[in-house]
C-alpha cells in the first residue's frame, strides 16, 4: 500500500492527468448546461494532451536541431520530437471539436432559447 | 502511376471538398454535379485500384519518401480495397439520393453540405488505408467532426442530437488517443506492423493492457457497440434524411474496420493478455450486440429508429464472425459487412423516400400508403429479406459463413446468439409488413405524386445489389478469403 502510494506521489504529473481527466469527465457528466458539458470535454481533451506531452519530458535535453555537422550525433541530448508533434495536431483537433460544439450550442440556444438541457429536453416535446 | 492509387484515392475528395466553397459561391447548382463527377471517377479508381490490388498484391504507399517507422505508412491491401470500393459507390449513391430532397431539407446549406460530405467520404479513406495509429485518430476525427456537422446542417431537433453525438464522439477519440499514448510510451512506435514485431516482449506490460483497453472503449463509442451506443439511434433519427443514408452505413462500419485491423493487424489475433482471450471478448461483445440491438429495435415505433438499433444488432453479428479466429469466420464477417452496408443504406434510403414522398415516419403511417407505393414496398421487402437472412439475398450468405465459423471453432453459443437475433429481426420485418399489408387504409387514400428518377435509381441498384451479392457469394467470398486475410490466420 505504502509502496503504491509512493509510487503515485513520485509522478506528479501522472496524479494531475487523472485528477484533470476525472474532473472533465464528472463536469460532462453532471452539469445540465450544454456550454459546461463543453467544458468538461475540453478539459478531457486537454487531460489526454498533457499526459502525452508528460511522457516525453526529458531532463537535460535539447530541440531536436543538430549542432554540429561533424561530431557523432548523442541522441541521448535531443528531445523527442514525435510526441510534441502529436500534441500540436491534437489540440488542432481538440479546437476544430470545441469550435463545432460552440457552433452548435448557438444553434441550439436560438432555437429552444435555453442551454439548460433539461428546458430544452421539455421544449422539444 | 499504380502504385499512387492510394494518395489518388484519398486526395480526391479532399480537394473536390476544399475547392467546393470558392467554385460554388455563385453557382450553387453546380455542387451536386461536381460532387457526383468526383465520386465517380472515385469509384472506377477505386476498381481499378482492387483490380490491381488482386492481381499484383498490396501496394505499400509511404508518404514523401520517409521510410516505415518514421514515416506514416498506407497500406491498400485486400480487405483496405474491397471496402473502398463499398464506400465510394455507397458515397455515390447518397450523393445521388440527394438531389431532390436537398433544397427541402436542408434548408439552403447545400455549399456546405457537399463540403462536409466530401470530407467525410476522404477521411473514410483515410481510416481505410491507415497503418498508423496516431493517422487513423486524425482521420477519425476529421470524419467524426464533418458528421457532427453533418447530422446539424439542417437544424431543428437533429441539433440537440448532433451535440450528444459530438459529446459522445470526442470522449470515444480522448479515450483512442489516450490509449494510443499509452502504447507509444510503451512500444515507441506508432506504425502498426512496428508495435506488432516489438509485442512479444511486452505482453506483461500493464501500461499495454490499459492502452488497449482505452483503444477498445474509444473505438466502441465510435462503432456504437452495446454498451456504447446511446447516440447512434438519435443521431440517425434525427438527421436530415438525404444524410442518413450516408452516414448510417459508413462511419460505424469504418470504425469496426479500424478495431478489426487493431486486433488483427497489431495484437496477433490469438493473443492471451492476463488470461483473456481477445477473440473470445470480442465474440462476447458481438454476441451482447446482436441481441440486445435487435430486441431494442423490436420496441421501436419511428422507422428510422427501428432501422438504426438494427444496424446495432448488424454489428454484433459482423463481430461474431471477426471473433470466431479461423478464415471462414473472417471471411463471413468481412462479406457480411459489405452485405450489412449496402442494406443499411437501402433502409435509410426507404426512410427518406417514405418520409420525403410520403410523410411517413412510424410504422402506423405505412398502411396509410400501402399498394400505392410500389417502389417503396418493393425494396422494402428485398431488403427486409436480406435483414433476415433468406436464401437468394447476400445476408443468408454472410449468416451463413459466420454460422460455419462458429461452427468450425466449436463456439455454439454464437451460432445460438446469430440465430436468436435472426429470429428478432424477423420479428420486427413482421410487425413492419403487418404495417403494411394488414391494416385497412384508415382515411380516403390521396393521390401522390410519381416519384423522382433517383430514388427509384437508389432504390432499385440497392436492391439489386443485395440480390447480386447473395448470387456470387462464393467468388465474392473466396476472393476475400484469398485476398483480405490477416497475416497469421
Redesign the interface.
Known sequence: MVDALSAVFQRPNFLTFVIIFLWG?YI?VTRYN?VK??IG?YL??TS?IF??VS?SAKKGATVPVLLSNTEPVKAASYANP??HV?TL??IV?GV??LG??LA??A??YR?YGSLDEQK?LER?E | MSHQLPAILFLLPLFAAISMPVVCLKHRHWCQRIALVILAAMVLTSILNLHNVVRHGEVRYVFSGWAVPLGIEWVADGLASVVLVLLSVLGLLGVVFTGPTSPKALGGRIVHYYTLILLLISALTGIVFARDL?NL??FL?VG??SS??LV?VA???A??A??RY??LG??G??LY??GV?YL??VSGT?NMGDIAGRLPLLLHSKALVGGLLFIFIGLGIKMALVPFHAWMPEAYTYAPDSISPILAPLVTKVALLAWVRIIYWVLNATIVIYDIPILLLVDVLGMLAAVIGASLALAQRNIKMMFAYGGISHIGIILIGIGQGNPTGFAGGVFYLLNDAVMQAALFFIAGVAFFQYGIKTIDDLGRVGKQAPWLVGSLVVVGLGMIGLPPTGGFFGKWYIILGALEAGNYISVIAVVLSTLLTLAYFVKLFEGIFRQKPTQPEGQFDEIPLSFKLTLGITSAAIMVLGIFSAPIVQLLSNQALPPGL
Open positions: 469527465f460532462m450544454l458539458k463543453l470535454m478531457v481533451q489526454v499526459f502525452l511522457i514525435l510526441p502529436l495536431t491534437a483537433v476544430a471539436t463545432v460544439g452548435l450550442c444553434a441550439i432555437k430544452i422539444m | 496516431f485518430f486524425v476525427e467524426a467532426i457532427y456537422a446539424g437544424g431543428g431537433r441539433l440537440f448532433a451535440f459530438l459529446i470526442t470522449l477519440a480522448s488517443l489516450l499514448s507509444y510510451a506508432l
